[in-house]
């Protein structure tokens, strides 16, 4: 079973532009929950999607944006980049919500602003 | 709001050790708690999981331990092992906004040959 897949792995941008970063979650799973990542920083939520919907937002700012695709597959936008939005951004999927249903994260879009 | 802290940032412990991470929450209605190793440059991977309505939870090498009277989560890790060296993370479930989850900051391991 594959796990979840996020792209690009790497990317440089400079100040201004912006960016779109994609994740496929696990097969069958219909939550994706994107997280920022800083030096020194634990993980800050950014929001999660569940069946195409937001269902949960965190406290980043509006050039923060999102989506899912019917697939469940998710991307997420940055807008008018800023030095300080250079991190390592991370999607997770989880199934439905009953039982202990983990949280599996993919290995990251480690993005840097110039 | 919801708040999941460690209490060390980093902890060095000896090769061959057992290794003790701790983790405050603060939410009552949290049900279930994970926890997480992330090594330099890798996603977050799942260790170990244990539910609200239960104290221990025992996998390879590694023992969960969850105090509901002071919030308290503790990872202990057996006869550490350079591998081992990674950032810790604990997560805690609350049973409102869809089940969402809060991390802490990390604990940093380093383990000494």
């Known amino acids: 079973k594959a796990g979840v897949t996020q792209t690009p792995r790497y990317l440089i941008k400079t100040r201004g532009q912006q960016v779109t970063l994609s994740c496929s979650p696990i097969?069958?799973?219909?939550?994706v929950s994107w997280y920022q990542q800083t030096p020194g920083q634990g993980l800050q939520f950014l929001f999660e999607?569940?069946?195409?919907?937001?269902?949960n937002k965190g406290n980043f700012p509006g050039r923060f944006s999102g989506r899912q695709f019917s697939n469940s597959r998710s991307e997420m936008n940055v807008s008018t980049l800023e030095l300080g939005d250079s991190a390592l951004y991370l999607c997770?999927?989880?199934?439905?919500?009953?039982?202990?249903?983990?949280?599996?994260f993919g290995a990251g879009s480690r993005l840097t602003v110039l | 709001g919801e708040s999941v802290g460690l209490h060390l940032p980093t902890l060095s412990v000896q090769e061959g050790d057992n290794s003790i991470i701790n983790c405050a929450y603060s939410?009552?209605?949290?049900?279930?708690f994970i926890w997480y190793k992330q090594e330099s440059g890798k996603g977050p991977q799942f260790i170990i999981d244990?539910?609200?309505?239960?104290d221990k939870r025992q996998g390879q090498r590694v023992t969960v331990l969850l105090n509901k009277t002071v919030k308290h989560l503790s990872l202990q890790i057996a006869a550490t092992q350079p591998g081992d060296s990674a950032v810790y993370f604990c997560?805690?479930?609350?049973?409102?906004?869809?089940?969402?989850?809060?991390f802490g900051s990390g604990t940093k391991l380093n383990v000494k040959p």
């Open positions: 997770a999927s989880r199934g439905d919500n009953s039982g202990a249903n983990v949280l599996t």
């Open positions: 097969s069958g799973h219909r939550s």
């Open positions: 999607y569940f069946s195409e919907t937001q269902r």
């Open positions: 939410n009552s209605a949290s049900d279930y």
């Open positions: 244990i539910r609200s309505n239960m």
């Open positions: 997560a805690e479930r609350v049973t409102y906004n869809f089940n969402k989850f809060y």
